[in-house]
């Protein structure tokens, strides 16, 4: 019912920074949070910030300090800001969605995909 649709990943050096997009298309669904998690090569998804329509939000601690979640509930779109990024953070970006239908039932929905990768 609902697709995230992420955008802003690419190549940047270690430093840098970047600022990934994720929108939220689709209808008959309430959202209650929204978050990026990343996947590096041979490694299990983690997660990397959420933020909930209310504005709270969670970081992961290897992210926080450099990483800045944010939200737009009308257009229901998420940011990350990820500033002073290093090779660790090199990564598929994965957006998701976590909402409820008008009946109350929880679903979770996934993005595509970014990558990010930093290097020199």
């Known amino acids: 019912q609902v697709q995230p649709v992420e955008s802003g990943g690419g190549l940047v050096q270690p430093g840098g920074s970047l600022r990934l997009s994720c929108a939220a298309s689709g209808s008959f669904f309430s959202i209650d949070a929204m978050g990026w998690y990343r996947q590096a090569p041979g490694k299990q998804r983690e997660l990397v910030a959420t933020?909930?329509?209310?504005?709270?939000?969670n970081y992961a601690d290897a992210v926080k300090g450099r990483f800045t979640i944010s939200g737009d509930n009308i257009r229901n779109t998420v940011y990350l800001q990820m500033n002073n990024l290093n090779a660790e953070d090199t990564a598929v970006y994965y957006c998701n969605v976590a909402g409820r239908d008008y009946g109350g039932q929880k679903y979770d929905f996934w993005g595509q995909g970014t990558q990010v990768t930093v290097s020199s």
């Open positions: 933020i909930t329509n209310r504005g709270i939000t």
